[in-house]
Nanobody, 119 residues
């Protein structure tokens, strides 16, 4: 059974940092692209960042490009999202997603972790 467990969310003041973790089990981690999404209250889910097994990564929204970094550890089966200089508009539930790099129907999600940035 595939499980993705996110951790690291919480309440932080504007300008602070958080590192989200997503630990995967039940899959061959290196076969999966790891993706972070977020959904703010009243808004559609937004793709934040993705990283391939060998480390090629992309940060999607211009609003976070200079502040967020995605990484992964294929030994620990864990993906990370380092978030610096957080702003109130980064407040959202952040979701981890594992998608097979070939068989994209093999697509798994974590339960989400809340990030709240106070002004």
């Amino acid at each position: 059974q595939v499980q993705l467990v996110e951790s690291g969310g919480g309440l932080v003041q504007s300008g602070g940092s958080l590192r989200l973790s997503c630990e995967a089990s039940g899959l061959v981690f290196s076969d999966y692209v790891m993706i972070w999404h977020r959904q703010a209250p009243g808004k559609e889910r937004e793709l934040v960042a993705s990283i391939f097994s060998r480390g090629g990564s992309t940060i999607f929204p211009d609003s976070v490009k200079d502040r967020f970094t995605i990484s992964r550890d294929n030994v620990l089966n864990t993906a990370y999202l380092q978030m610096n200089s957080l702003k109130p508009e980064d407040t959202a539930v952040y979701y981890c997603n594992a998608r097979h790099f070939v068989y994209t129907s093999q697509d798994y999600w974590g339960q989400g972790t809340q990030v709240t940035v106070s002004s």
